[in-house]
């Protein structure tokens, strides 16, 4: 009786597969929709909650004027190596003024 029962699935899945009114590309469709539907409300609700927390917290976005500079950086020779290489020194200032 088992035998006749496993022999019989095969059968059942085409017959349950043929009756769907969609390919099966389309049923890979509805799973990647819903994955890239899903994505869209997580990023909305990510930048939506790191809004109201900065707003919370009081934190204003900067918004840097066009004469300002953010960050200057400077190079000069510090000194030698005993083989004679160059070692130089990078200087990082923001617009505050720290280096």
Do not use: Q
Request: proline residues 4%; charged residues 25%; contains cysteine.
């Amino acid at each position: 009786m088992k035998i006749c029962t496993y022999l019989n699935i095969p059968f059942l899945l085409i017959i349950a597969f043929s009756n769907f009114s969609c390919t099966p590309s389309e049923l890979g469709k509805k799973p990647r929709d819903s994955l890239k539907n899903s994505w869209d409300y997580i990023t909305a609700k990510s930048n939506s909650l790191y809004k109201s927390g900065k707003k919370m917290l009081g934190i204003e976005d900067r918004n840097l004027s066009s004469n300002s500079m953010p960050m200057t950086v400077s190079k000069r020779v510090f000194g030698e190596l005993a083989d004679g290489t160059k070692v130089h020194e990078f200087r990082l200032i923001n617009e505050k003024g720290m280096e």
